[in-house]
């Protein structure tokens, strides 16, 4: 499994959980235990952090790149100022122009792969 392959999967595992907790539990109190329901809201939580992320990047004129398509040389290229985390997911914040040539491949690679996740997912949920 490459890079781009363990990014996207760790992305699609945070954008798994879009449903609200609360509005399941307000509607159904008695059908979650406690621990379920903190773990769901977790989950959750960090699924809209990544969606606010993605947008305030998008806004910024940045690049949210996770840290497995920086190959572990973010902190030797001086980008250690610019991480964020969710989780134990870690991204950090590049523009275009900052990126070496096999980072920006690799960034495209994983552009490619996460918008055919997002149209798959669309059409499946068109379909429910």
Known sequence: MNSVDRAVEKCTGLLKYHVSPFNCVYWNPHKYNITHLMKWCQKYLFCRMYMNLLKASEITGYECVPDELM????????????????GR??????????????????YDLFKEQMTSFYSSNATENSRR
Do not use: P
């Not at 914040?93 to 491949?105: A, H, P, V, W």
């Open 89 to 106: 997911a870690s991204f950090y914040l590049l523009k275009r122009d900052e990126m070496s040539k096999g980072l920006r491949n690799r």
């Open 71 to 86: 190959l572990r040389n973010a902190a030797r290229d001086g980008f250690s100022g610019r991480r964020i985390r969710i």
